[in-house]
């Protein structure tokens, strides 16, 4: 299996919710933003290197959107309370319908 190409898809899925993320930070620029995508939440860039210190997880990176990181939604009370407890707000995103392909 040829690890460019699943690199490659994983970036074009993960494009509309940097594209939600973007739009958010814009409204929203002092809070860390997530995004639901299925079920984990995705967060970019400063906010994912925040959150990957607070939660003790890994960040990954990509070449066409900024660094990442993500958590499952079951986690979600442990991720709200690592990060209030860190001193920052949330905006949590959730979709109200499917992401368009």
Not at 24 to 38: E, H
Request: charge should be positive.
């Amino acid at each position: 299996m040829n690890t460019n190409n699943s690199i490659k898809t994983e970036e074009k899925a993960l494009q509309p919710t940097f594209q939600v993320w973007q739009h958010m930070k814009v409204k929203f620029p002092d809070v860390i933003v997530l995004v639901r995508k299925d079920d984990h939440y995705y967060t970019f860039g400063n906010d994912a290197e925040i959150v990957s210190t607070l939660m003790k997880i890994k960040i990954a990176e990509n070449s066409t959107a900024k660094p990442y990181c993500n958590v499952p939604y079951y986690n979600t009370d442990k991720l709200l309370r690592d990060i209030i407890k860190g001193g920052c707000r949330i905006a949590l995103c959730d979709p109200l319908s499917a992401f368009k392909k």
